[in-house]
């Protein structure tokens, strides 16, 4: 993280990435103009903005500017005549316009998460290099016509007011990874999973809290022990924020829907008691062994995992993990779940024995009260985003 001091002082010239970060900034460093040759990243995430000056433009050469967590109540139309922007977040601000002329011809990545946006301006479906659009935990009910956005992989308008799915979503010819749960046509599904007397509950109390194991966008997961019985466990704590891929709520309610499945990370009761009210489940502690097959998309891969440069399969291991995961993909459409996040960053695995379990219901939407020809569809492109990942395994296959 830069400070205003580097800036002021000239220690910035010639930056490509600046992080101006949760400093209280309540107006736009205008020294940030002098790096108009050269800047590509901009990052003013957690201040008190509420507007660019109006020749922020001058930034020829900017790539992706973050400003997540201001107070901005408008996505600032200044956005739109930058020529190079391709990736605007704007997450977790109080936006409720988005004005047509804010939308960079460029856009090829859009993140709305977690605002108060009730429409979206027609022109957005005519960036046609748009690529990953992030909208869940805002006010919508209707999408703009998407269908000329060809490109449109990753979708997220989970937590918003759709009454039902929106035609210009299931035309999309490249989607693959969409997130619709916490909607009014979910929303049954979910609550009468939650309040189901059938489901397992576990105390708080009598789980002894142990070191803290990993975290992700929706909540922590540390060590525990079952006091009753010794049992060792895991427990995810939820964050109370809602994500880009949707709500807790959502979450585990997918969760406790799906059941065990030995290829498949899914809770084994909800937590009840926590300080505070909130939400948790236990999960099974997997074995030692275990680690991700690939790290999430980076900025230049947008909806591509990245795997480590060394990974490599032998064709026996990939036919191994590949039947792993379609088997866990299977029992959760049969359940009916759809994933929605289907990546390999969400997949556990064993190098030494090709053992490999899908994780993350963050996503994940109940499918039950939708009509089955919808259904289909999304099954359809669940299988485009399995598609995608046989294909980085396969091409990763040692040829020994």
């Known amino acids: 993280m830069h400070t205003l001091e580097d800036l002021e002082s000239g220690a910035l010239a010639g930056a490509h990435h600046v992080r101006l970060t949760h400093l209280g900034l309540t107006t736009f460093p205008r020294q940030l103009l002098d ?12 201040n008190q903005l509420t507007s660019l000056p109006d020749d ?3 930034l020829q050469k900017l790539r992706i500017v973050f400003a997540s967590g201001n107070p901005f109540t408008t996505l600032p139309p200044v956005l739109g005549q930058c020529p190079q ?6 997450k977790a601000c109080q936006i409720t316009e988005v004005p047509a002329d804010s939308l960079p011809p460029r856009l090829r990545w859009l993140i709305l998460t977690d605002n108060q946006i009730t429409s979206l301006p027609n022109n957005l479906g005519q960036r046609p290099r748009l690529q990953k659009l992030m909208l ?9 016509d998407l269908r000329t956005c060809p490109n449109l992989e990753l979708l997220r ?13 299931l035309d999309l010819p490249s989607l693959a990874w969409p997130a619709i749960a916490g909607n009014p046509i979910t929303l049954k599904s979910e609550l009468s999973t939650l309040a189901a007397p059938a489901q397992t509950t576990l105390s708080y109390q009598n789980l002894d809290m142990g070191p803290l194991l990993g975290q ?7 060590r525990a022990t079952e006091h009753s019985t010794g049992r060792p466990l895991a427990i995810k704590v939820f964050k109370a924020a809602a994500t880009s891929d949707g709500t807790p709520q959502s979450e585990l309610a997918a969760g406790l829907a799906a059941g065990q499945h030995p290829h498949l990370l899914t809770p084994l009761a909800r937590v009840e008691g926590l300080p505070g009210g909130q939400l948790a489940m236990v999960l099974p502690l997997l074995p030692e062994g275990f680690i991700n097959l690939a790290g999430p998309p980076s900025f230049e891969s947008c909806t591509r995992d990245v795997y480590a440069p060394q990974t490599r399969f032998s064709p026996s291991t990939a036919q191994r993990l590949l039947h792993c995961v379609r088997s866990a993909v299977e029992h959760l459409h049969v359940q009916g779940i759809l994933h929605g996040d289907l990546y390999a960053h969400n997949v556990l695995w064993n190098p030494a024995t090709g053992e490999a379990i899908l994780s993350d219901l963050g ?6 009260d939708l009509p089955a020809a919808q259904v289909q569809q999304l099954q359809t492109m669940e299988w485009r985003a399995f598609a995608h990942l046989q294909t980085e395994v396969l091409a990763r296959c040692s040829q020994t």
């Open 85 to 90: 922007l391709e990736m605007v977040g704007f």
């Open 56 to 58: 922020f433009a001058r």
């Open 216 to 222: 992700g966008a929706s909540g922590h997961i540390y």
């Open 136 to 144: 869940s935990c805002n006010r919508l009910h209707r999408l703009p």
């Open 363 to 368: 996503a994940a939407v109940l499918t039950h």
């Open 35 to 46: 790096l108009a040759d050269t800047l590509e990243i901009l990052d003013l995430s957690g």
């Open 157 to 169: 308008i989970a937590s918003n007011q759709f009454t039902e799915i929106p035609a210009t979503l």
